[in-house]
């Protein structure tokens, strides 16, 4: 017993010691909450990363739609039979962005039909362009059927630092359809 009890005096001082030094404690702080600030920074690196590529996947579907409309004039109406550039135009042009070839068209794109603009004012599909129709009032609408191209382009999105920031949840398949009008 007795040498147990020397050697517990022996230790108490240094575990006293021990407790009253606080020469790290800052540093432990600082990495804590160094630790939280770069989660949230790469968060911010990533939503930035996110919305910039979401931005140039809709300039590029736009570009698509203008290709269509530059390469086929109304003359080629409609544009997906009788226009023999319109595939090549709209796949350069969806691919002229930084994001290249990993821009791509959906299958069935550029698609091409009658559209008119309904009661609300929005754009609705009337019918395909083999059959124009003679009005829209089919849809509630006043004004002539119109011909219009889609473009849907397609980006596959994975995040920078997967299963560390929010934009887990965004990732996949970003798509955006433009409308142009040929006539």
Known sequence: MGARRER????????????RDVRGVAAVEFALIALVLAVGLLN?????????????LENAAEMGAQAAWKTCDVNHIPATANCAGLNSAVTAAVQSTSLGTHVTLASGYPAEGYYCVNS???LVYVAAVGA????CSAVGGTSA???YVLVQATYSYTPLFPGVTVTNAFSGT???TTYMRMG
């Open 44 to 56: 911010v690196v990533d939503v930035g990363v996110f919305a910039s590529t979401k931005m140039q």
């Open 120 to 122: 609300s004012g929005a």
């Open 8 to 19: 517990r005096r022996e230790t108490c001082p240094l575990l006293a010691a021990l407790r």
């Open 132 to 135: 124009k129709p003679a009005n």
């Open 174 to 176: 970003l798509s955006k």
């Open 145 to 147: 059927p119109a011909d």
